[in-house]
């Protein structure tokens, strides 16, 4: 954390007192926070209106003004607990190493799994030292999984790696982002070859171009396929079913509960 | 799509313009008519190579597998799979179910393990609901035994389809019928023979029909008569031998770096089964073994999964002792925003319905009613996060990626099959070989299209 900060506290953490002005006390190391409350952050992702689905017709429920935003779980600050530190600690140091001590975004510790959020343009050397340092150790690579996320600006795409270490019999998760305007990721297969038809389902999918793999293409759909199935804004599909003189609507355009 | 549409009409790329070579059409019985025109060709051809596609429509290729081999005279000198003609948009279409709709859908995955797909969907789920603490113990069990009895008719067409690659037809034959009995348990248990969407998140939809454990004794009592059949008949026979001993070798190195899990990865003597390292389903309660062989090749994982088989009987055996203890228990999580309202039993109109439910909701309870009808409709919502379980299936690590942001469908269900990655060994395991040791090489890896295309 850079030294300016300590004498603009977040608004998320106001003094209890009113009145007390932050003393010296407030901006020693110790009493910093150990991440920057920007990683801290839970992850907006988007909004949901209303409830019940109600689109269209008019608010009859009375709900229609409700707003909720949409959380994904925040980052987490030390200690992660368990190994997780341990992880943490050998990573930090061969990224700092490695020279790329700024390579994670933030750490998410949810439900008892632990991901790195890792800044896309490092990627590539993170994989490799998460392979091959002697602490970490992460053997295989369980593949690649895209979620898209359309109102996270500028993070609309994400790719998530799940990464297990038989050595030490762990597991952690990559997960990567990069804006729709702009949908590269460097790739993996140089470390971990099985993602090669992991990256090629991905890019079939949701329209993320691996840089630097050997031969990105289509690998369920056909090869002159329009548009990318898995991303939100692409459309199930489907055709209204009879039955028994009811019509049942495709899933795409029957209610949502939101 | 305007009416003038012809979806018969002859694509605008032909298939010549992107050939470099002269292009043979095979229709079976005129093989000779290639090496003619092959011989034919002489300078004009390129040297005496010939690019062959197999499949998608193949009996020996596990469903719709498309091969692209580069033959030199019978050697491969390059094999490339294609996939996708199964693609029917699993993932896409869980996202406009409910959470609980969603074990329907990924059940039909990989078609020779259901109740791997729905166990890892279930296990992700209730990570992410936080109530992993909360299964019945009895729901636990039933999970395990229907899992060890799929392995086994997982594995029993494995080896059934295997041999009959080879012309080995008495073992696909024995096979499926030992298959039968496995599916008639299903039948008995779950009511459906295949796509079972039995086990839903936070337990199994149902209880042990009266009389099940008897029939899954007789099972096990039956199939310790029949297996040594497979041993005699296969583990020494020179033929099968001769096909399947140093056929699609793949190394450890090899196999974790092309992500190879399951019996491919045991047959190079690596002990690594999820039951065992990261036990899930409370497996740590039971005894059996990790069997491996050493020998890095189709033999190999043919023994392992034979071994697998009286290692799964061992666990249907305890499972059933417990099964014995938890007489009436639960078999689904006392959270009633979670759990399904009804215990169904099929009616004489083949409808499932429980007519107590019925009663209470219809005639009692309006409160239940209304309940009924949200959790139905609706469904409950999963707290956002994202969860991957990955359980041990017939096939290797298969982990679905389960992300919520806090709705009543799935944000994302990404699923990790086995099927999939490990057909990407297809070309290390069969470059260099003969022709015919390529089905031999894709029998050992054992893919299922379903679960490769979902």
Sequence with gaps: MSDDTGDKLPEEFPEVTPGTEPDATDVTPENQLPVSPEALRPEVVGERRGMFGVQGSGDTSGYGGLVKPVVMPGGAGRPYGGWFDEVADALEEALRGGGVEHALEKVVVHRGEITFFVRREDLASVARMLRDEERLRFELCSGVSGVHYPDDAGRELHAVYHLLSMTHNRRVRLEVTCPDADPHIPSVVATYPTADWHERETYDFFGVVFDGHPALTRIEMPDDWPGHPQRKDYPLGGIPVEYKGATVPPPDTRRSYS | ?454
């Excluded at chain 2, 033929?239 to 699609?248: P, Q, S, T």
């Excluded at chain 2, 009633?336 to 009616?347: E, H, M, N, R, T």
């Design chain 2, 1 to 454: 799509m305007s009416t003038a549409y012809d979806p018969y009409a002859p694509s605008p790329a032909t298939a010549s313009d992107t050939s470099t070579g002269r292009v043979f059409t095979v229709t079976g019985q005129d093989w000779d008519t290639v090496v003619q025109g092959v011989g034919d060709l002489g300078d004009e051809g390129h040297e005496d190579h010939v690019v062959v596609n197999m499949g998608p429509q193949h009996p020996s290729t596990h469903g719709v597998l498309r091969l692209i081999l580069e033959l030199e005279g019978e050697t491969v000198t390059e094999a490339r799979c294609g996939i996708g003609y199964l693609h029917t948009g699993i993932e896409k279409n869980m996202e406009f179910r409910t959470w609980v709709q969603g074990v329907t859908f990924c059940t039909r995955m990989d078609y020779l393990s259901p109740f791997y797909n729905e166990a890892t969907y279930c296990l992700g789920v209730e990570r992410l609901l936080d109530i992993e603490e909360d299964i019945p113990e009895k729901a636990q069990v039933m999970r395990v035994l229907l899992m060890e009895l799929n392995r086994i008719s997982s594995h029993l067409v494995a080896i059934a389809t295997g041999g009959m690659e080879i012309g080995a037809l008495t073992v696909m034959t024995i096979g499926f019928r030992e298959r039968e009995l496995v599916l008639d348990l299903f039948e008995l248990i779950t009511g459906l023979r295949m796509n079972h969407a039995f086990i839903r998140p936070g337990g199994v939809a149902q209880d042990m029909p009266p009389g099940a454990l008897d029939q899954i004794r007789d099972f096990v009592a039956l199939m310790k008569k029949r297996l040594p059949e497979y041993a005699a008949l296969c583990n020494a026979n020179p033929i099968f031998k001769g096909r399947l001993v140093d056929v699609g070798h793949l190394d450890l190195a090899g196999c974790l770096a092309l992500g190879v899990t399951g019996p491919v990865l045991r047959s190079t003597g690596y002990a690594w089964d999820l039951r065992k390292t990261q036990p899930y389903c409370g497996y740590e309660d039971y005894d059996f073994e990790v069997k491996t062989w050493d020998t890095c090749d189709s033999y190999g994982r043919f023994r392992i999964r034979l071994d697998e088989m009286w290692e799964s009987l061992k666990i249907i055996e305890q499972a059933a002792d417990r099964l014995a203890g938890l007489e009436g228990a639960p078999v689904m999580v006392g959270d009633k925003k979670i759990a399904w309202p009804s215990q169904l039993a099929v009616g004489t109109d083949g409808m499932g319905n429980s007519l107590d439910h019925i009663r209470h909701i219809m005639g009692e309870s309006m409160e239940a009613l209304i309940h009924h009808f949200k959790l139905v409709t609706e469904g409950f919502r999963v707290p956002a996060g994202q969860a991957y379980v990955p359980v041990e299936s017939p096939r290797g690590e298969l982990g679905a990626h389960v992300v919520s942001d806090g709705g009543t469908r799935p944000y994302r269900a990404h699923f990790r099959d086995p099927s999939f990655t490990n057909l990407q060994a297809m070309s290390v395991m069969s470059e260099g070989g003969m022709v015919a040791d390529v089905i031999v090489a894709i029998a050992s890896l054992d893919p299922v299209m379903g679960g490769v295309d979902r």
